[in-house]
Protein backbone atom coordinates (compact mmCIF):
# COMPACT_ATOMS: atom_id res chain seq x y z
CA UNK A 1 0.00 0.00 0.00
CA UNK A 2 1.33 3.68 -0.97
CA UNK A 3 2.02 5.89 1.67
CA UNK A 4 -0.48 7.86 0.49
CA UNK A 5 -3.23 5.60 0.15
CA UNK A 6 -2.40 4.56 4.12
CA UNK A 7 -3.11 8.07 5.05
CA UNK A 8 -6.52 7.77 3.34
CA UNK A 9 -7.05 4.65 4.76
CA UNK A 10 -6.61 6.08 8.35
CA UNK A 11 -8.43 9.23 7.43
CA UNK A 12 -11.07 6.57 7.01
CA UNK A 13 -10.88 5.03 10.11
CA UNK A 14 -10.93 7.96 11.81
CA UNK A 15 -14.00 9.51 10.58
CA UNK A 16 -15.64 5.58 11.27
CA UNK A 17 -14.18 5.90 14.44
CA UNK A 18 -15.61 9.11 15.36
CA UNK A 19 -19.25 8.07 13.52
CA UNK A 20 -19.26 5.32 16.85
CA UNK A 21 -21.44 7.51 19.74
CA UNK A 22 -20.54 5.51 22.16
CA UNK A 23 -18.64 2.42 22.53
CA UNK A 24 -20.44 0.70 25.15
CA UNK A 25 -19.17 -3.03 24.60
CA UNK A 26 -15.65 -2.03 24.72
CA UNK A 27 -15.68 0.63 27.27
CA UNK A 28 -18.23 -1.86 29.74
CA UNK A 29 -16.06 -5.12 29.02
CA UNK A 30 -12.49 -3.24 29.47
CA UNK A 31 -13.87 -1.46 33.02
CA UNK A 32 -15.51 -4.79 34.01
CA UNK A 33 -12.35 -6.79 33.25
CA UNK A 34 -10.67 -3.73 35.34
CA UNK A 35 -12.65 -3.26 38.26
CA UNK A 36 -12.57 -7.21 39.11
CA UNK A 37 -8.54 -6.83 38.59
CA UNK A 38 -9.15 -4.41 41.13
CA UNK A 39 -10.99 -6.06 43.36
CA UNK A 40 -8.92 -8.97 43.22
CA UNK A 41 -5.99 -6.13 44.61
CA UNK A 42 -8.45 -4.65 47.11
CA UNK A 43 -8.98 -8.16 48.93
CA UNK A 44 -6.15 -10.50 48.69
CA UNK A 45 -3.57 -7.58 49.13
CA UNK A 46 -2.48 -5.28 46.14
CA UNK A 47 1.65 -7.24 46.33
CA UNK A 48 0.13 -10.49 44.96
CA UNK A 49 -1.46 -8.97 41.87
CA UNK A 50 0.00 -8.20 38.72
CA UNK A 51 -1.93 -7.48 35.47
CA UNK A 52 -4.13 -3.77 35.10
CA UNK A 53 -4.76 -2.98 38.54
CA UNK A 54 -0.71 -3.06 39.17
CA UNK A 55 -0.27 -1.08 36.59
CA UNK A 56 -2.54 1.65 36.81
CA UNK A 57 -1.31 2.07 40.62
CA UNK A 58 -5.17 2.27 41.50
CA UNK A 59 -5.43 -1.28 43.29
CA UNK A 60 -6.84 -0.81 46.65
CA UNK A 61 -6.73 2.66 46.84
CA UNK A 62 -10.46 3.24 48.00
CA UNK A 63 -13.33 1.25 49.05
CA UNK A 64 -10.54 -1.03 51.51
CA UNK A 65 -10.42 -1.53 54.97
CA UNK A 66 -6.92 -1.82 56.02
CA UNK A 67 -7.84 -2.72 59.57
CA UNK A 68 -9.59 -5.68 58.69
CA UNK A 69 -8.67 -8.80 60.04
CA UNK A 70 -7.01 -11.13 57.05
CA UNK A 71 -9.16 -13.38 56.81
CA UNK A 72 -11.85 -11.91 56.46
CA UNK A 73 -10.61 -9.77 53.24
CA UNK A 74 -9.43 -13.03 51.52
CA UNK A 75 -13.13 -14.50 52.97
CA UNK A 76 -14.84 -11.48 51.17
CA UNK A 77 -12.67 -11.95 47.74
CA UNK A 78 -15.11 -13.40 45.54
CA UNK A 79 -18.24 -11.47 46.94
CA UNK A 80 -16.17 -8.72 46.46
CA UNK A 81 -14.27 -8.84 43.08
CA UNK A 82 -18.29 -9.43 41.52
CA UNK A 83 -19.43 -6.53 43.00
CA UNK A 84 -16.66 -4.29 41.92
CA UNK A 85 -17.51 -5.73 38.35
CA UNK A 86 -21.06 -5.02 38.71
CA UNK A 87 -19.68 -1.45 39.42
CA UNK A 88 -17.65 -1.33 36.85
CA UNK A 89 -20.55 -2.12 34.46
CA UNK A 90 -22.98 0.42 35.94
CA UNK A 91 -19.90 3.12 35.65
CA UNK A 92 -19.31 2.14 31.73
CA UNK A 93 -23.46 2.60 30.95
CA UNK A 94 -23.13 5.47 33.25
CA UNK A 95 -20.47 6.95 30.83
CA UNK A 96 -21.80 6.36 27.69
CA UNK A 97 -25.15 6.79 28.31
CA UNK A 98 -25.27 10.01 30.27
CA UNK A 99 -25.32 11.81 27.79
CA UNK A 100 -28.39 10.34 25.68
CA UNK A 101 -30.29 10.55 29.17
CA UNK A 102 -29.61 13.98 29.56
CA UNK A 103 -30.24 15.31 26.09
CA UNK A 104 -33.38 13.63 25.79
CA UNK A 105 -34.69 15.98 28.90
CA UNK A 106 -34.09 19.09 26.31
CA UNK A 107 -35.09 16.94 22.95
CA UNK A 108 -32.52 14.69 21.21
CA UNK A 109 -28.97 16.44 21.67
CA UNK A 110 -26.66 16.60 24.74
CA UNK A 111 -25.99 19.33 26.63
CA UNK A 112 -25.34 22.86 25.78
CA UNK A 113 -21.97 24.02 25.32
CA UNK A 114 -19.90 26.36 27.19
CA UNK A 115 -17.46 28.30 25.71
CA UNK A 116 -15.33 28.51 27.94
CA UNK A 117 -12.92 25.74 26.97
CA UNK A 118 -12.57 28.34 23.89
CA UNK A 119 -14.45 25.75 21.68
CA UNK A 120 -14.97 26.96 17.48
CA UNK A 121 -17.61 28.78 16.83
CA UNK A 122 -19.22 26.08 14.40
CA UNK A 123 -19.62 23.46 17.55
CA UNK A 124 -21.23 26.11 18.84
CA UNK A 125 -23.80 27.08 16.35
CA UNK A 126 -25.89 24.43 16.65
CA UNK A 127 -26.65 24.49 20.49
CA UNK A 128 -24.83 21.35 21.07
CA UNK A 129 -21.91 19.29 20.85
CA UNK A 130 -23.31 16.00 19.43
CA UNK A 131 -25.05 18.07 16.59
CA UNK A 132 -21.78 20.03 16.01
CA UNK A 133 -19.73 16.23 16.27
CA UNK A 134 -21.60 14.91 13.69
CA UNK A 135 -21.71 18.16 11.49
CA UNK A 136 -17.45 17.48 11.60
CA UNK A 137 -18.13 13.83 10.89
CA UNK A 138 -19.81 14.42 7.75
CA UNK A 139 -17.82 17.32 6.61
CA UNK A 140 -14.58 15.34 7.29
CA UNK A 141 -16.25 12.36 5.21
CA UNK A 142 -16.15 14.65 1.97
CA UNK A 143 -13.41 16.29 2.99
CA UNK A 144 -10.64 14.32 4.66
CA UNK A 145 -7.75 16.44 4.15
CA UNK A 146 -9.18 19.40 6.26
CA UNK A 147 -6.76 20.29 8.50
CA UNK A 148 -9.02 22.80 10.26
CA UNK A 149 -11.99 20.09 10.49
CA UNK A 150 -9.88 17.60 12.48
CA UNK A 151 -8.68 20.03 14.89
CA UNK A 152 -12.08 21.12 15.92
CA UNK A 153 -12.74 17.36 16.01
CA UNK A 154 -10.15 16.66 18.36
CA UNK A 155 -11.15 19.61 20.24
CA UNK A 156 -15.02 18.33 20.40
CA UNK A 157 -13.91 15.18 21.99
CA UNK A 158 -11.66 16.99 24.54
CA UNK A 159 -14.95 18.46 25.12
CA UNK A 160 -17.03 15.51 25.17
CA UNK A 161 -14.97 13.97 27.50
CA UNK A 162 -15.16 16.94 30.06
CA UNK A 163 -18.71 17.30 30.04
CA UNK A 164 -19.76 13.36 29.91
CA UNK A 165 -17.04 12.28 32.78
CA UNK A 166 -15.92 9.92 29.87
CA UNK A 167 -12.00 9.78 29.25
CA UNK A 168 -12.10 7.15 26.58
CA UNK A 169 -12.67 9.85 24.48
CA UNK A 170 -9.30 11.14 25.20
CA UNK A 171 -7.31 8.75 22.88
CA UNK A 172 -9.63 10.03 19.78
CA UNK A 173 -9.07 13.56 20.38
CA UNK A 174 -5.41 13.06 20.41
CA UNK A 175 -5.52 11.07 17.23
CA UNK A 176 -7.79 13.62 15.41
CA UNK A 177 -5.47 16.52 16.46
CA UNK A 178 -2.63 14.77 15.38
CA UNK A 179 -3.91 14.06 12.24
CA UNK A 180 -4.63 18.21 11.48
CA UNK A 181 -0.93 19.07 12.52
CA UNK A 182 0.31 16.10 9.79
CA UNK A 183 -1.76 17.62 7.29
CA UNK A 184 -0.63 20.90 8.13
CA UNK A 185 2.42 21.22 10.69
CA UNK A 186 2.02 24.16 13.80
CA UNK A 187 -1.39 25.44 13.14
CA UNK A 188 -2.42 26.99 15.78
CA UNK A 189 -5.70 25.43 16.41
CA UNK A 190 -4.65 21.86 16.41
CA UNK A 191 -1.63 23.17 18.54
CA UNK A 192 -4.06 24.40 20.95
CA UNK A 193 -6.00 21.62 21.21
CA UNK A 194 -3.17 19.28 22.17
CA UNK A 195 -2.81 21.96 25.11
CA UNK A 196 -6.25 21.32 26.37
CA UNK A 197 -5.91 17.70 25.45
CA UNK A 198 -2.98 17.40 28.24
CA UNK A 199 -4.58 19.57 30.71
CA UNK A 200 -7.78 17.52 30.77
CA UNK A 201 -4.97 14.72 31.06
CA UNK A 202 -3.41 16.37 33.65
CA UNK A 203 -0.30 17.06 32.07
CA UNK A 204 0.30 20.40 33.07
CA UNK A 205 4.13 20.96 31.35
CA UNK A 206 2.98 19.43 28.10
CA UNK A 207 -0.18 21.48 28.46
CA UNK A 208 2.07 24.63 29.02
CA UNK A 209 4.52 23.61 26.05
CA UNK A 210 1.74 23.40 23.31
CA UNK A 211 0.41 26.56 24.59
CA UNK A 212 3.71 28.37 24.16
CA UNK A 213 3.66 26.87 20.54
CA UNK A 214 0.10 27.88 19.28
CA UNK A 215 0.27 31.56 20.73
CA UNK A 216 4.24 31.37 18.65
CA UNK A 217 1.84 30.88 15.84
CA UNK A 218 -0.98 33.00 16.77
CA UNK A 219 -0.59 35.46 19.85
CA UNK A 220 -4.19 35.56 20.29
CA UNK A 221 -5.58 32.28 19.99
CA UNK A 222 -8.30 32.23 23.18
CA UNK A 223 -7.66 28.37 23.72
CA UNK A 224 -4.03 28.61 23.69
CA UNK A 225 -4.49 31.94 25.93
CA UNK A 226 -7.01 30.21 28.65
CA UNK A 227 -4.74 27.10 28.70
CA UNK A 228 -1.30 28.48 29.42
CA UNK A 229 -3.32 30.34 32.58
CA UNK A 230 -4.65 26.84 33.48
CA UNK A 231 -1.23 25.34 33.21
CA UNK A 232 0.57 27.99 34.89
CA UNK A 233 -2.35 27.75 38.19
CA UNK A 234 -1.88 24.05 38.09
CA UNK A 235 1.57 23.95 38.36
CA UNK A 236 1.82 26.17 41.44
CA UNK A 237 3.67 28.99 39.23
CA UNK A 238 0.51 31.77 40.90
CA UNK A 239 2.91 34.89 39.90
CA UNK A 240 2.78 33.50 36.31
CA UNK A 241 -0.41 32.81 36.04
CA UNK A 242 -1.46 36.01 36.95
CA UNK A 243 0.48 37.57 34.40
CA UNK A 244 -0.64 35.46 32.02
CA UNK A 245 -4.44 36.03 32.63
CA UNK A 246 -4.04 40.08 32.70
CA UNK A 247 -1.86 39.42 29.07
CA UNK A 248 -4.98 37.37 27.82
CA UNK A 249 -7.54 40.19 28.83
CA UNK A 250 -6.03 42.50 27.24
CA UNK A 251 -5.74 40.32 24.21
CA UNK A 252 -8.90 38.67 24.30
CA UNK A 253 -11.40 39.30 26.68
CA UNK A 254 -14.24 37.67 27.14
CA UNK A 255 -16.11 34.52 28.50
CA UNK A 256 -13.04 31.94 29.07
CA UNK A 257 -10.49 34.50 30.14
CA UNK A 258 -12.50 36.31 32.97
CA UNK A 259 -13.34 33.14 33.98
CA UNK A 260 -9.39 32.16 34.80
CA UNK A 261 -8.82 35.64 35.28
CA UNK A 262 -11.23 35.79 38.87
CA UNK A 263 -10.05 32.20 39.42
CA UNK A 264 -6.55 33.47 39.64
CA UNK A 265 -7.85 36.23 41.91
CA UNK A 266 -9.52 33.83 44.38
CA UNK A 267 -6.08 31.55 44.34
CA UNK A 268 -4.53 34.99 46.29
CA UNK A 269 -7.60 35.49 48.95
CA UNK A 270 -9.13 38.35 46.45
CA UNK A 271 -12.44 37.61 47.09
CA UNK A 272 -13.92 40.59 45.85
CA UNK A 273 -12.69 40.99 42.50
CA UNK A 274 -13.14 37.41 41.37
CA UNK A 275 -16.84 37.93 42.52
CA UNK A 276 -16.87 41.30 40.43
CA UNK A 277 -15.29 39.88 37.29
CA UNK A 278 -17.43 36.66 37.26
CA UNK A 279 -20.51 39.25 37.71
CA UNK A 280 -19.28 41.17 34.80
CA UNK A 281 -18.92 37.98 32.69
CA UNK A 282 -21.95 36.98 33.41
CA UNK A 283 -23.77 40.40 32.78
CA UNK A 284 -21.82 39.92 28.96
CA UNK A 285 -23.02 36.07 28.95
CA UNK A 286 -25.12 35.45 26.11
CA UNK A 287 -24.85 31.92 25.38
CA UNK A 288 -26.71 29.29 26.96
CA UNK A 289 -23.58 27.65 27.88
CA UNK A 290 -21.93 30.69 28.79
CA UNK A 291 -24.68 31.80 30.92
CA UNK A 292 -24.39 28.20 33.35
CA UNK A 293 -20.66 28.10 33.07
CA UNK A 294 -20.09 31.65 34.71
CA UNK A 295 -23.94 31.33 36.87
CA UNK A 296 -21.99 27.95 38.12
CA UNK A 297 -18.37 29.57 39.11
CA UNK A 298 -20.12 32.01 41.24
CA UNK A 299 -22.29 29.50 42.90
CA UNK A 300 -19.31 27.71 43.97
CA UNK A 301 -17.33 30.70 44.69
CA UNK A 302 -20.36 31.15 47.24
CA UNK A 303 -20.68 27.71 48.51
CA UNK A 304 -16.88 28.11 49.65
CA UNK A 305 -17.83 31.14 51.43
CA UNK A 306 -21.00 29.55 53.11
CA UNK A 307 -23.60 31.80 51.36
CA UNK A 308 -25.63 28.63 50.27
CA UNK A 309 -29.48 30.33 49.35
CA UNK A 310 -26.75 32.49 47.11
CA UNK A 311 -25.01 29.57 45.64
CA UNK A 312 -28.13 27.81 45.05
CA UNK A 313 -29.71 30.77 43.36
CA UNK A 314 -26.93 31.08 41.16
CA UNK A 315 -27.03 26.88 40.64
CA UNK A 316 -29.73 27.36 39.65
CA UNK A 317 -29.61 30.55 37.22
CA UNK A 318 -27.23 27.83 35.48
CA UNK A 319 -29.70 25.32 35.12
CA UNK A 320 -32.16 27.56 33.38
CA UNK A 321 -29.79 27.84 31.20
CA UNK A 322 -28.31 24.53 30.57
CA UNK A 323 -30.48 21.79 33.12
CA UNK A 324 -27.89 19.33 32.00
CA UNK A 325 -24.97 21.29 33.35
CA UNK A 326 -22.96 18.87 35.44
CA UNK A 327 -20.87 21.56 37.87
CA UNK A 328 -24.41 23.36 38.61
CA UNK A 329 -25.80 19.95 39.54
CA UNK A 330 -23.28 18.96 41.46
CA UNK A 331 -22.88 22.01 43.02
CA UNK A 332 -26.68 22.39 43.98
CA UNK A 333 -26.30 19.20 45.64
CA UNK A 334 -23.52 20.27 47.87
CA UNK A 335 -25.58 23.37 48.58
CA UNK A 336 -28.55 21.77 49.60
CA UNK A 337 -26.72 19.05 52.23
CA UNK A 338 -24.94 22.11 53.89
CA UNK A 339 -28.05 23.90 54.16
CA UNK A 340 -29.89 21.01 55.67
CA UNK A 341 -31.69 19.43 52.52
CA UNK A 342 -30.73 16.01 52.76
CA UNK A 343 -32.83 14.11 51.33
CA UNK A 344 -32.99 16.80 48.46
CA UNK A 345 -28.89 16.57 48.14
CA UNK A 346 -28.95 12.89 48.04
CA UNK A 347 -31.62 12.73 45.67
CA UNK A 348 -29.38 15.18 43.46
CA UNK A 349 -25.92 13.38 43.75
CA UNK A 350 -27.60 10.44 42.64
CA UNK A 351 -28.56 11.94 39.53
CA UNK A 352 -25.11 13.05 38.97
CA UNK A 353 -23.64 10.12 39.31
CA UNK A 354 -25.92 7.72 37.44
CA UNK A 355 -24.92 9.91 34.47
CA UNK A 356 -21.44 11.42 35.20
CA UNK A 357 -19.53 9.16 37.78
CA UNK A 358 -16.83 11.13 38.89
CA UNK A 359 -14.38 10.82 41.50
CA UNK A 360 -15.72 13.94 43.45
CA UNK A 361 -19.64 13.84 43.24
CA UNK A 362 -18.89 10.09 44.25
CA UNK A 363 -17.08 10.52 47.31
CA UNK A 364 -19.17 13.35 48.33
CA UNK A 365 -22.69 10.84 47.73
CA UNK A 366 -21.12 8.15 49.75
CA UNK A 367 -20.01 10.49 52.73
CA UNK A 368 -24.20 11.25 52.13
CA UNK A 369 -25.02 7.87 53.06
CA UNK A 370 -22.74 7.85 55.78
CA UNK A 371 -24.25 10.96 57.21
CA UNK A 372 -27.74 8.76 57.00
CA UNK A 373 -26.75 6.32 58.13
CA UNK A 374 -29.61 3.90 57.44
CA UNK A 375 -29.57 0.15 56.91
CA UNK A 376 -28.99 -0.11 53.81
CA UNK A 377 -26.58 3.27 53.50
CA UNK A 378 -22.96 1.85 54.72
CA UNK A 379 -23.33 -0.36 51.57
CA UNK A 380 -24.44 1.75 49.35
CA UNK A 381 -21.21 4.44 50.54
CA UNK A 382 -18.99 1.73 49.65
CA UNK A 383 -20.54 0.76 46.48
CA UNK A 384 -19.51 4.60 45.95
CA UNK A 385 -16.12 4.69 46.80
CA UNK A 386 -15.65 1.45 45.18
CA UNK A 387 -16.47 2.96 41.92
CA UNK A 388 -13.77 5.47 42.22
CA UNK A 389 -11.17 2.90 42.10
CA UNK A 390 -13.05 1.47 38.49
CA UNK A 391 -12.84 4.95 36.97
CA UNK A 392 -9.57 5.78 38.19
CA UNK A 393 -8.47 2.65 36.46
CA UNK A 394 -10.40 3.79 33.29
CA UNK A 395 -8.67 7.00 33.19
CA UNK A 396 -5.52 5.91 33.90
CA UNK A 397 -5.84 3.70 31.01
CA UNK A 398 -6.95 6.21 29.07
CA UNK A 399 -3.97 8.68 29.94
CA UNK A 400 -5.50 10.24 32.23
CA UNK A 401 -3.06 11.49 35.30
CA UNK A 402 -5.61 10.73 38.25
CA UNK A 403 -3.20 10.56 41.29
CA UNK A 404 -4.60 13.58 42.65
CA UNK A 405 -8.00 11.97 42.77
CA UNK A 406 -6.95 9.01 44.20
CA UNK A 407 -4.89 10.62 47.07
CA UNK A 408 -8.33 12.70 48.14
CA UNK A 409 -10.45 9.78 47.86
CA UNK A 410 -8.00 6.77 49.41
CA UNK A 411 -6.77 8.63 52.49
CA UNK A 412 -10.52 9.01 53.95
CA UNK A 413 -11.94 5.98 52.51
CA UNK A 414 -9.60 3.47 51.20
CA UNK A 415 -6.06 2.35 51.30
CA UNK A 416 -4.08 4.83 53.63
CA UNK A 417 -0.62 3.74 52.20
CA UNK A 418 -1.75 4.13 48.11
CA UNK A 419 -3.13 7.82 48.88
CA UNK A 420 0.27 8.72 50.50
CA UNK A 421 1.82 7.50 47.19
CA UNK A 422 -0.59 8.79 44.97
CA UNK A 423 -0.08 12.36 46.67
CA UNK A 424 3.66 11.87 46.63
CA UNK A 425 3.87 11.50 43.01
CA UNK A 426 1.33 14.51 42.02
CA UNK A 427 3.86 16.39 44.52
CA UNK A 428 6.84 15.30 42.62
CA UNK A 429 4.78 17.19 39.83
CA UNK A 430 3.30 20.15 40.76
CA UNK A 431 2.99 21.78 43.77
CA UNK A 432 0.03 23.61 43.86
CA UNK A 433 -2.10 24.28 47.24
CA UNK A 434 -4.39 21.53 46.04
CA UNK A 435 -1.18 19.11 46.04
CA UNK A 436 0.33 20.33 49.08
CA UNK A 437 -3.24 20.08 51.19
CA UNK A 438 -3.68 16.50 49.38
CA UNK A 439 0.05 15.55 50.59
CA UNK A 440 -0.68 16.84 53.77
CA UNK A 441 -3.82 14.68 54.58
CA UNK A 442 -2.13 11.58 53.66
CA UNK A 443 0.88 12.08 55.69
CA UNK A 444 -1.70 12.58 58.57
CA UNK A 445 -3.94 9.95 58.01
CA UNK A 446 -0.63 8.07 57.85
CA UNK A 447 0.45 9.36 61.20
CA UNK A 448 3.06 11.57 59.91
CA UNK A 449 1.79 14.76 61.34
CA UNK A 450 5.30 16.37 61.70
CA UNK A 451 6.15 15.81 58.05
CA UNK A 452 2.23 17.04 57.22
CA UNK A 453 2.42 20.04 59.01
CA UNK A 454 4.94 22.65 57.03
CA UNK A 455 2.69 21.18 53.85
CA UNK A 456 -0.72 21.95 55.42
CA UNK A 457 0.73 25.59 56.11
CA UNK A 458 1.93 25.85 52.49
CA UNK A 459 -1.59 24.84 51.30
CA UNK A 460 -3.01 28.09 53.33
CA UNK A 461 -0.55 30.47 52.38
CA UNK A 462 -1.36 31.82 49.60
CA UNK A 463 -4.70 33.38 50.98
CA UNK A 464 -7.47 30.90 48.93
CA UNK A 465 -10.03 30.21 51.74
CA UNK A 466 -11.14 27.01 51.43
CA UNK A 467 -12.89 24.92 54.75
CA UNK A 468 -11.76 22.04 53.67
CA UNK A 469 -7.79 22.96 53.63
CA UNK A 470 -8.34 24.46 56.89
CA UNK A 471 -10.17 21.14 58.66
CA UNK A 472 -7.12 19.08 57.36
CA UNK A 473 -4.58 21.98 58.60
CA UNK A 474 -6.09 22.34 61.98
CA UNK A 475 -6.38 18.32 62.80
CA UNK A 476 -2.34 18.21 61.98
CA UNK A 477 -2.10 21.51 64.27
CA UNK A 478 -3.83 19.19 66.72
CA UNK A 479 -2.35 15.91 66.31
CA UNK A 480 1.57 18.07 66.50
CA UNK A 481 -0.16 19.78 69.78
CA UNK A 482 -0.54 22.96 68.12
CA UNK A 483 -3.68 23.66 70.12
CA UNK A 484 -4.60 26.97 70.03
CA UNK A 485 -3.57 26.99 65.86
CA UNK A 486 -5.65 23.98 66.33
CA UNK A 487 -8.64 26.13 67.54
CA UNK A 488 -7.86 28.73 65.12
CA UNK A 489 -8.34 27.18 61.79
CA UNK A 490 -10.74 24.44 63.01
CA UNK A 491 -13.12 27.59 63.37
CA UNK A 492 -11.85 29.22 60.77
CA UNK A 493 -13.14 26.34 58.92
CA UNK A 494 -16.67 26.06 59.93
CA UNK A 495 -17.22 30.00 60.11
CA UNK A 496 -16.15 29.85 56.30
CA UNK A 497 -18.13 27.06 55.07
CA UNK A 498 -19.90 24.64 57.84
CA UNK A 499 -20.87 22.40 55.35
CA UNK A 500 -17.86 21.64 53.39
CA UNK A 501 -18.49 18.42 53.93
CA UNK A 502 -20.80 15.94 55.28
CA UNK A 503 -17.89 13.74 57.33
CA UNK A 504 -15.68 15.93 57.98
CA UNK A 505 -17.81 19.07 59.26
CA UNK A 506 -18.65 16.21 61.69
CA UNK A 507 -15.51 15.67 62.54
CA UNK A 508 -14.09 19.12 62.79
CA UNK A 509 -16.84 19.81 65.08
CA UNK A 510 -16.14 16.98 67.38
CA UNK A 511 -12.21 18.19 67.17
CA UNK A 512 -12.87 21.71 68.17
CA UNK A 513 -14.90 20.57 71.18
CA UNK A 514 -12.17 18.50 72.42
CA UNK A 515 -9.88 21.51 72.51
CA UNK A 516 -12.96 23.76 75.04
CA UNK A 517 -14.69 24.78 71.72
CA UNK A 518 -14.68 28.18 69.09
CA UNK A 519 -11.69 30.55 69.85
Known amino acids: ?75 SARSRVLQLAACAVALAVAMTAGAVVLGNRHGDDTSTVSSAPGLNPELLAGGSLASGISALQSHLKAQPKDSGGWATLGMAYVEQ ?74 LGRYKEAAKAADEADS ?58 EVALKYYEQALRADGTYLPALEGRARAQAANGDRGAAIRGMEEVVARFPLPGPLVVLGELYEARDGEEDPAKARDQYALVNAWTSLARANGVNADLDTALAAADHGDRKAALRAARAEWERRHTVHTADALAWALHVNGRDDEALAHARRATATGYRDATFLYHRGMIERATGHEKEARASLSSALELNPGFSPVGAKQAEKALTALGGAR
Do not use: C
Not at 211 to 221: G, I, V, Y
Not at 266 to 283: N, P
Open 251 to 308: RRPGVPVFTRYAYVRELRGDIGTARRVLKQALSGATAPGDIAYVAGSLGQLSWREGDY
Open 161 to 234: ARTNGDPSRYPQAQRALERSLKLTPDNDPALAGRAALAAARHEFPEALTYAEKALDENAFNERALSVRVDALVE
Open 1 to 75: MSPRSNDDAQERDLVDEAADPVGTAETTADLSETAATAGAATTAGAAEVTGTAEATGAAGAVGTDPAAPPGERRG
